[in-house]
């Protein structure tokens, strides 16, 4: 997988800190001999070199990983339509006691699990590992006979799965630049979306073609065959994926030296250097202190809950009146725009290096959209909104997400508690939300006038949140300017700092 850099062609002034001219008191960034050696053009070709063979080892496969994550963990929207439902006998409220109690397991898991990957620095072994035991419990939850069974799959389910997400952006942003992570972080998360386009066709595929095969009604033979394909995978990862740059066996000593350097030439000092360096709760509690992980925190929960409609994508696609076979095909479309949204959104941002406008234009749509489909029961219009719902929140997720990484870069315990405290508390929206989506009675139409509506007003405070994040980051750029001690940033001297000095992306 190659992925162009516009970055290669222009000058890295504007975006890298200037540590030659660090204060007095903080150490200068020493160039190792390899890369010291080269020239700027042998520099640079050596650098897309490195990057390109960074990316085609680490993305495809993390992207696969992702979409067996994403598919084991909401599959089961989907197979509310094959059965699930009715041969064990659910109550909605149980049904929607199963899909919410994922993420309570999922949100306990995600910090201590990230301080844990940063701890080790074995990314490479680590993931893998635990996607052999979620792909365990998702094979396991197609013999589950009962609501208790199946609360309990899916609770430990959540609860393994929740070192995944937030243990790639940390580990995206341990390899690549802040203006090569918005993109990656997009092509990272077009995994879930692939999965959400694919997992409708590939729930309705089973319907249609094995349903009591063997005895099985279809909704097991999905959770039996997904969680085959998901050990087969992870057994595969073990000897693609890379570590940290320090840790990677199969880098060269030239490329093991540029990989470092250019990150401590990104963001100012060195980033991950051992496990000895590395501490559990210091990163912790530099994160808690920070103001910008709450305003994230904030930013993030309200992205996530207005996204929560796609937990229930196929019941809102049923309000179109089609039979089951049709609703799961219709939930596709949705998804495929937002891939394509998702990752021009993210080149343009990477490119420009600007965040704000590129994630509340998204929001702007989707804060449309879901006025649109709680106004309108005409299926046109319908459709048409919910065409736009997933693209209008997931486009500018993204971005939001490799803002984290670019807002809070050192140290990296500090960014891998942040990176998972964002995500764990915006993923308890999960939890309450699974209870706005009612399965009504045979017949009848689910009244989605109030999740939509909350959905909407959710969008807007990520809106108002996105506002209030570049305000503080300006604000901070500005004392930056003046050579005034910002904390989490590179200082330099006044003058040389405006034209060269570590900026905040806003």
Sequence with gaps: ??????????????????????????????????????????????????????????????????????LDRNNIAAVRLAGLQDELNLSSVQYQTTVSILFVGYVGMQVPSNLFLNKTGKPALYLPSCMIIWGIISGLTGACQNFAGLAACRFFLGFIEAAYFPGCLFYLSSWYTRKELGLRTAILYSGSLISGAFGGLITAGITSNMNGTHGLRAWRWVFILEGIITVIIAFAAFFILPNFPRTTKWLSEEERQLAVYRLQEDIGEDDWTSAEQQTFFHGLKLALVDIKTWIFTVLLLSIVSSASVTNFFPTVVKTLGYDNIHTLLLTAPPYVLAVITTFLNAWHADRTGERFWHIVLPLCVGVFAFILAAATHTTGPRYAAMMLMVPGVYTGYVVALAWISNSMPRPPAKRAAALAFINAISNTSSIYASYMYPQPKSGAQPNLTIPLSVDCATAGLAIIMTIIMRIILGRLNKKLDRGEHVEGAINAVPGEAQERGFRFLV
Excluded: C, F, W
């Design 1 to 70: 997988m190659e992925i162009q850099d516009d970055i290669d062609k222009k000058p890295r002034a504007d975006y890298i800190d200037d540590a030659v001219h660090a204060p007095a008191g903080q150490s200068k960034l020493t160039v190792p001999p390899l890369v010291a050696a080269m020239s700027q053009e042998q520099r640079v070709a050596a650098e897309a070199k490195l990057r390109k063979k960074v990316d085609t080892r680490l993305l495809p496969m993390i992207i696969l990983m992702y979409i067996m994550n994403y």
